[in-house]
C-alpha cells in the first residue's frame, strides 16, 4: 500500500523542568501569566509529526512518503530519513527560511508546555499531492501542518478520491469550527487524544455517536488510559504497553500513529492495529526524543507478545 504522510517536519527544541508547572501557577491570576521556568536539561532532536510518524512506520517495515516545507537546514535531516527508510522525494525546500521548530518544556509530572514556530512549513499552502507524487497514493494522512494547507490537502483528496487520515492534533486549539470541519467530513479516519476531541466536541458541537453514524472511523488516545476505537459499529478499548521507565513523552502520539497505520496496511482488525500502536508508542516513550528509538521487527515482535496475543497474525513479518 502506497502512503504519504503530509504535515510537518521540524527540529524539537526539548526542555526538562524539574519541579512541577501547577506549583507556579495562580488559579486567580491565570488571565496574566509571567512565569519563567528554570530547565536543567536542553537537548535539539529531529521531530515534526509527519516525519515522526514516517520514522515509526519505516522501522516497522514501510517505506512511507514523507510530503511537506522545510528550510535550508534540512540536508541532515533528509540524509537521516532517507538512511532510515523514509522517502523525502516529496519533501521540498524552501531555501530562504529555517525549518519549522517546536520548543518543549516537560515537569516531573510528564506535564508540557510548548510552542512551534511556523518557519518553512508557512509555504505549504498550495504544495499539491499532484505535484509530490508520480502516483496517487492508497491512503494519505493530514497532519498538522499550515491550516490552509491542511484544508487544501483535504480538499484534493476528497476530489481525487484519496482516503486520508485526519489527525489535526496540536493545531486544534487554533483552529474554528470553520477550519476543521473540512478535513473532519471529508476524512475516512480521525484520529485526536482525549484532549482535542473535547476541544472539537465544544467548537463544532460533534458528538461522537455523530461521527460513528456517518461511518467514519474515530480513533481517541486517553494518555495512560490507552486508546479506544471507534469502527464499523465496534468500540475497542486497547490498553498501554507497559514501559520500563518514561524518559520523555514527546512523540509518543506519533509513534502510536505509526504502528496503527502499521496495522491498516497490513490488512489486520482494528484492535491489533491499536496494539501495534500501543507497543511502537512504549519504545518512544521509553527514548529522549522521538525519532531516538530503534529495534528489529523480530524485537518488535517478541515485545508484542509480552502483552499483547496476535494469534500468529506477525509470523509474516518475521518470516
Known amino acids: 500500500m502506497k502512503l504519504v504522510l503530509t504535515g510537518s517536519i521540524a527540529f524539537d527544541y526539548l526542555m526538562r523542568f524539574p519541579g512541577r508547572f501547577r506549583d507556579h501557577l495562580l488559579p486567580d491570576q491565570l488571565d496574566s501569566i509571567s512565569v519563567s521556568f528554570l530547565v536543567e536539561?536542553?537537548?535539539?532532536?529531529?521531530?515534526?509529526?509527519?516525519?515522526?510518524?514516517?520514522?515509526?512506520?519505516?522501522?516497522?517495515?514501510?517505506?512511507?512518503?514523507?510530503?511537506?516545507?522545510?528550510?535550508?537546514?534540512?540536508a541532515e535531516y533528509r540524509v537521516w530519513l532517507e538512511e532510515h527508510g523514509v522517502d523525502t522525494s516529496a519533501v521540498r525546500v524552501i531555501p530562504e527560511v529555517f525549518s519549522a521548530s517546536f520548543f518543549a518544556n516537560t515537569d516531573s509530572e510528564n506535564n508540557q508546555i510548548g510552542?512551534?514556530?511556523?518557519?518553512?512549513?508557512?509555504?505549504?499552502?498550495?504544495?499539491?499531492?499532484?505535484?509530490?507524487?508520480?502516483?496517487?497514493?492508497?491512503?494519505?494522512?493530514?497532519?498538522?501542518?499550515?491550516?490552509?494547507?491542511?484544508?487544501?490537502?483535504?480538499?484534493?483528496?476528497?476530489?481525487?478520491?484519496?482516503?486520508f487520515l485526519y489527525d489535526p492534533s496540536q493545531q486544534v486549539i487554533w483552529l474554528e469550527a470553520d477550519d476543521l470541519m473540512p478535513g473532519i467530513e471529508r476524512?475516512?479516519?480521525?484520529?485526536?487524544?482525549?484532549?482535542?476531541?473535547?476541544?472539537?466536541?465544544?467548537?463544532?458541537?460533534?458528538?461522537?455517536?455523530?461521527?460513528?453514524?456517518?461511518?467514519?472511523?474515530?480513533?481517541i488516545t486517553h494518555g495512560n488510559e490507552g486508546s479506544h476505537i471507534y469502527a464499523g459499529g465496534e468500540h475497542y478499548h486497547v490498553p498501554v504497553c507497559p514501559v520500563t521507565n518514561i524518559a520523555d513523552p514527546t512523540g509518543v502520539g506519533d509513534a502510536y500513529r505509526s504502528g496503527l497505520l502499521k496495522g491498516?496496511?497490513?490488512?489486520?482488525?482494528?484492535?491489533?492495529?491499536?496494539?501495534i500502536g500501543a507497543v511502537t508508542a512504549a519504545f518512544v516513550l521509553e527514548c529522549k526524543g522521538t525519532q531516538n528509538h530503534s529495534f528489529t521487527l523480530s524485537e518488535f515482535v517478541q515485545r508484542f507478545r509480552t502483552v499483547f496475543d496476535d494469534d500468529g497474525a506477525l509470523d509474516s513479518w518475521v518470516g
Open 41 to 74: 536539561e536542553l537537548t535539539r532532536e529531529r521531530g515534526g509529526v509527519a516525519a515522526n510518524i514516517a520514522f515509526s512506520l519505516a522501522l516497522l517495515g514501510e517505506r512511507p512518503i514523507l510530503m511537506g516545507t522545510v528550510g535550508r537546514d534540512f
Open 115 to 163: 510552542s512551534f514556530y511556523t518557519g518553512a512549513m508557512a509555504y505549504s499552502k498550495g504544495y499539491t499531492l499532484a505535484e509530490a507524487v508520480d502516483e496517487l497514493p492508497d491512503l494519505a494522512v493530514i497532519s498538522p501542518s499550515d491550516p490552509v494547507a491542511m484544508n487544501e490537502l483535504a480538499d484534493e483528496c476528497q476530489s481525487l478520491g484519496v482516503p
Open 187 to 219: 476524512c475516512h479516519m480521525l484520529i485526536v487524544n482525549e484532549y482535542e476531541w473535547g476541544m472539537i466536541a465544544k467548537k463544532t458541537g460533534l458528538a461522537r455517536e455523530t461521527l460513528i453514524e456517518q461511518g467514519k472511523t474515530l480513533i
Open 264 to 275: 491498516i496496511v497490513s490488512g489486520f482488525g482494528w484492535e491489533l492495529a491499536g496494539q
